[in-house]
């Protein structure tokens, strides 16, 4: 069964470092995402993105992040300089069809020291 | 504003057990509804949707729930609960024509031998 996948399985960084997540969405999906879940909290959506561009965004995607899909297979998330309270446990998803149902990734554990 | 509510925290059931899980939801249009379930250290796993049709869904593991329009409810059930059933469940809610999923705060089944 096709699946989404995530790299590094889990980070650690000192505040004010850049990171970058990745994943490989489900190979014929149009649709990609990302969410977060902060310990103990609700999963939340960051950002939606289609045809090589952001689609939809949350009020947490601020100028910290981007996303960007640079090849074929990949899509990634950019923290410019993390803080502490980017702590989370981020998961990638992807989706055939808008509304359609969503597929995620296993997560990337980061952690913010 | 559209929300997800899961009333239960934390449910504990004996194995072999039913189990009902709640959700309720505030959406102001038709809503496409999700449950996952997260167990410990991995990603979500989508166990049922429900876009339109037949109120009443089958999901993987034996799990199925109830759309109810006039409730703005949809409850997951197992008429037999596995131990292998503990982890945390997720409602979710989007809508055609969105990017997101708004995710309910979860609820933690313990399963007791």
């Known amino acids: 069964e096709p699946e989404v996948t995530q790299t590094p399985s889990h980070q650690v960084t000192q505040m004010g470092q850049e990171v970058i997540l990745r994943c490989v969405p489900i190979s014929n999906h149009l649709y990609f995402y990302w969410y977060r879940q902060i310990l103990g909290q609700k999963v939340e959506f960051l950002v939606s993105f289609y045809n090589n561009e952001i689609s939809e965004k949350s009020e947490i995607f601020d100028d910290q992040f981007s996303v960007e899909r640079p090849d074929g297979s990949n899509f990634t998330l950019k923290i410019r300089s993390t803080k502490l309270e980017d702590s989370a446990m981020y998961f990638c998803a992807s989706s055939g069809t808008l509304g359609n149902t969503i597929y995620f990734g296993e997560g990337s554990w980061l952690t913010v020291v | 504003a559209q929300s997800v509510t899961q009333p239960d925290i934390h449910i504990t059931v004996s194995e072999g057990a039913s189990l009902e899980l709640r959700c309720n939801y505030s959406?102001?249009?038709?809503?496409?509804l999700f449950w996952y379930v997260q167990s410990p250290g991995q990603g979500l796993q989508l166990l049922l949707k429900y876009f339109s049709g037949d109120t009443l869904v089958q999901g993987i593991k034996g799990f199925e729930a109830e759309f109810k329009r006039s409730q703005s409810s949809f409850n997951l059930r197992k008429p037999s609960v596995h131990w292998s059933d503990a982890a945390e469940y997720f409602c979710?809610?989007?809508?055609?024509?969105?990017?997101?999923?708004?995710f309910g705060t979860g609820t933690r089944l313990k399963v007791l031998a």
């Open positions: 979710a809610v989007s809508t055609s024509g969105t990017y997101k999923y708004i």
């Open positions: 959406y102001g249009a038709t809503p496409y």
